[in-house]
T-cell receptor
Framework: DADVTQTPRNRITKTGKRIMLECSQT?????MYWYRQDPGLGLQLIYY???????NKGEISDGYSVSRQAQAKFSLSLESAIPNQTALYFC????????????FGPGTRLTVL | KNQVEQSPQSLIILEGKNCTLQ??????????LRWYKQDTGRGPVSLTI?????NTKSNGRYTATLDADTKQSSLHITASQLSDSASYIC????????????FGRGTSLIVHP
């Protein structure tokens, strides 16, 4: 089984809908991240969490919120989806003891109509 | 804000040929630099991590070099294979201490038979 899983893998929704993307990991890492990837652009950090009680905004947090329900779970919500949030979303984990190398999930392709 | 610039943006080579990808970064002080490989539609996977004291590091047919004076890194791929077709992403930390990564836009490599 994959160490970092994301659900759903694909989602099509309409403008104004609330959407939740979920991420689970079995690597035992404390640090978790949500990224967005648009064609031709680098990965952009949305939110990150260094432990269950820690939530931090990344460079593009507007329009997004997160919840760290447990060490293994980190969910991303779009409160009211808009078309320019159409993108590929990745969850990642890392472990300071492991040099903070990031381990990525398979991604969620979100389309907002 | 730390910047990571990669070149070329895209590259097409024939199977069996070598190629070199470039990365320039601005982060200071420098702690480490990573190269990731991202297959189409999948999450990035770590190839190498280099600290400021390392000049070169190999991972099979992949060799990364680092010049901390000029703030440049390169990734050399030897005897390319079709499976090397992917995006190669250079990543530097945003600031020292807590590791928040800045991702380059990547170099898209296509290996033709």
């Amino acid at each position: 089984d994959a160490d970092v899983t994301q659900t759903p893998r694909n989602r099509i929704t309409k403008t104004g809908k609330r959407i939740m993307l979920e991420c689970s990991q079995t690597k035992g890492h404390d640090r978790m991240y949500w990224y967005r990837q648009d064609p031709g652009l680098g990965l952009q950090l949305i939110y990150y969490s260094f432990d269950v009680k820690d939530i931090n905004k990344g460079e593009i947090s507007d329009g997004y919120s997160v919840s760290r329900q447990a060490q293994a779970k980190f969910s991303l919500s779009l409160e009211s989806a808009i078309p320019n949030q159409t993108a590929l979303y990745f969850c990642a984990t890392s472990d300071l003891g492991g040099g903070d190398t990031q381990y990525f999930g398979p991604g969620t392709r979100l389309t907002v109509l | 804000k730390n910047q990571v610039e990669q070149s070329p943006q895209s590259l097409i080579i024939l199977e069996g040929k070598n190629c070199t990808l470039q990365c320039n970064y601005t982060v200071s002080p420098f702690s480490n630099l990573r190269w990731y490989k991202q297959d189409t539609g999948r999450g990035p996977v770590s190839l190498t991590i280099m600290t400021f004291s390392e000049n070169t590091k190999s991972n099979g047919r992949y060799t990364a070099t680092l010049d901390a004076d000029t703030k440049q890194s390169s990734l050399h791929i030897t005897a390319s294979q079709l499976s090397d077709s992917a995006s190669y992403i250079c990543v530097a930390p945003r600031e020292g201490g807590s590791y928040i990564p800045t991702f380059g836009r990547g170099t898209s490599l296509i290996v033709h038979p």
